[in-house]
């Protein structure tokens, strides 16, 4: 199993340029998430998919839009990249909707925005 | 509301020593606790959690947690450290707000020295 796989590594965007960062995982999860993180303050939620066909807004949603494209995929989009978006950004999923699940970590993405 | 707060940016140990990183939260109702490691360039892994039963909770690795109700308090430990042990932890609850939600702390950089 590769687990949790996300493209690109890394990008580095203009101010305004949008991009789409792809997530997958193959341990048939049906919960997604998309976090970014910054130095000093943890892991921020984004974005999540509690289950296939649904999303719902995280912590700090303002200039991201998500699609759950299917049980498997959950793409996380920038439309007009801001230099307040540089950041680390993760995709996690976990089984279900149950509180006692942990979750599982994608490599991660580095975002610059310059 | 739920949060959690882990006091120390970064814990120094000499390699053999124990090791104790220290975690708070606040959460109505029951907490779901969780601990995670980030080594260099790499998502998050789970550690252990606690969801209920025993107050000490083994995990990987060799490390252990405390669970203090009365001190809200939920501290990562292990008897004897070791350089590769070195890396980013970050401790997390996870709760019932409009939607299952994880709160992560904002991370305790642990150095290990030989």
């Known amino acids: 199993n590769a687990g949790v796989t996300q493209t690109p590594k890394f990008q580095v965007l203009k101010t305004g340029q949008s991009m789409t960062l792809q997530c997958a995982q193959d341990?048939?999860?049906?919960?997604m998430y998309w976090y970014r993180q910054d130095p000093g303050m943890g892991l921020r939620l984004i974005y999540y998919?509690?289950?296939?066909?649904?999303?719902d807004k995280g912590e700090v949603p303002n200039g991201y839009n998500v699609s759950r494209l299917n049980k498997r995929e959950f793409s996380l989009r920038l439309e007009s990249a801001a230099p307040s978006q540089t950041s680390v950004y993760f995709c996690a999923s976990n089984v279900g909707r149950e509180i006692s699940y942990e979750q599982y970590f994608g490599p991660g993405t580095r975002l610059t925005v310059t | 509301a739920q949060s959690v707060a882990q006091p120390e940016d970064q814990v120094n140990v000499a390699e053999g020593n124990p090791l104790t990183v220290k975690c708070t939260y606040s959460v109505s109702g029951n907490p779901y606790l969780f601990w995670y490691v980030q080594y260099p360039n790499r998502g998050l892994q789970f550690l252990l959690k606690?969801?209920?039963?025993?107050?000490l909770v083994k995990g990987s690795y060799g490390f252990e947690a405390e669970f203090n109700k009365s001190q809200t308090s939920f501290h990562l430990k292990k008897p004897s450290a070791l350089v590769s042990d070195s890396a980013l932890y970050f401790c997390a609850v996870r709760g019932y707000t409009g939607g299952f939600k994880t709160i992560f702390g904002a991370g305790t950089r642990l150095f290990v020295k030989a």
């Open positions: 341990m048939n999860h049906n919960s």
């Open positions: 998919s509690a289950s296939e066909g649904t999303t």
């Open positions: 606690y969801i209920t039963g025993d107050n």
